[in-house]
């Protein structure tokens, strides 16, 4: 039985890289782990801000590392707090380094893709459809702009190739597609050690935000649904230790899922409450729930909301308004 303090030596190095992003649930990790030829994969490269990337290098450094030795990058999920930093490891490589995504959040990383700039009108229309009133939705945008501002897009990435383990060194790493918090989620598990590489998928005193993502078209993609569904997935699997993408390394994973599940539970009953009062709009819902939430929060506050109402949807217990002239409207059934 590993304990979180007891990391063996199987080549595995947790980087902590700070974001600015309080939501997060601490700094960013990135892991270096080393490969049977001497060199490094990396598993997430941390935010793209000077800062970030300044921790990333002295974590190399501290291995006897640097940039040169990176052979190899697997960007967990395309956010920019993950992905951001791996762009000026290429630069500083000093020779090609294969950066891999799975195909569903590929286009969030590679270059070529619609960006935020593109993306923004139709983001800006789905919350204006779901009651946030027009000043609400520029400040939120605007938040995200700054966010997107941290990161440089990748020139190219590899589809990767879940059925094909990661050999490393001293551990071998088998890719997971795990969806919710986004669309092409991917953690690494190490079966014979029983390490499980979570990055946003569990994290110890946070839940992952279930993010509205509309680039496969609006409703094409629950979050919250695949997230309930990958995470009990997960609790199946035997687990020692668990190395997450925010704050430290923890035990006890299936713990902190029942916890996870339960405060999901909660805040259905409580949206339900709400809506056996009234029909209410994805906006009034996250006002009810969140009412200290400042503007700028707002998709992250909404995306919680909108990715609760459709668990309950799929459950059969909360339905939308028939089509009318104003935002979409949710009751109670």
């Known amino acids: 039985m590993i304990g979180a303090g007891d990391l063996p030596d199987l080549g595995i190095h947790r980087i902590s890289i700070p974001v ?44 006897g590392r640097s940039a040169a030795d990176v052979r190899r990058i697997v960007v967990s999920h395309g956010h920019v707090d993950h992905y951001g930093g791996a762009r000026t490891v290429l630069e500083r490589a000093g020779h090609e380094v294969l950066v891999e995504a799975h195909p569903r959040d590929l286009p969030k990383v590679e270059e070529g893709h619609p960006g935020w ?66 669309p092409g989620l991917v953690c690494l598990y190490d079966r014979e050690h029983r390490i499980f590489l979570s990055d946003d998928h569990l994290l110890e005193h946070v839940s992952p935000n279930p993010l509205i993502d509309l680039e496969g078209g609006a409703g094409s993609f629950r979050p919250l649904v695949a997230y309930l569904d990958s995470v009990s997935r997960l609790r199946e699997l035997e687990v020692d230790l668990v190395l997450p993408g925010h704050s430290a390394p923890f035990t006890g994973h299936r713990a902190v899922i029942d916890r996870l599940l339960h405060f999901y539970g909660k805040r259905q009953s409580r949206i339900r409450a709400t809506l056996a009062k009234s029909p209410a709009t994805a906006w009034d819902l996250s006002r009810a729930l969140f009412p200290a939430a400042p503007a700028r929060a707002a998709f992250l506050t909404v995306s919680e909301v909108v990715a609760n109402l459709e668990v309950l949807e799929s459950r059969g217990e909360v339905a939308r308004e028939p089509d009318g002239t104003g935002p979409l409207r949710f009751r109670a059934r």
């Open 20 to 63: 600015p992003f309080p939501e997060a649930g601490g700094p960013v990790n990135a892991y270096a782990l080393e490969d049977r030829e001497g060199g490094l994969l990396l598993f997430d490269a941390g935010l793209g801000s000077p800062e970030a990337e300044a921790a990333l290098a002295e974590g190399l450094r501290r291995l």
């Open 117 to 182: 700039s593109e993306l923004a009108p139709l983001y800006g229309s789905h919350l204006l459809g779901l009651g946030v009133p027009p000043e609400v939705v520029r400040e939120a945008t605007s938040e995200i702009a700054r966010g997107f501002s941290l990161a440089r897009r990748i020139p190219r990435v590899a589809p990767l190739d879940l059925a094909r383990p990661l050999a490393m060194a001293r551990a071998t790493f088998e890719p997971m597609h795990m969806p919710g918090h986004t």
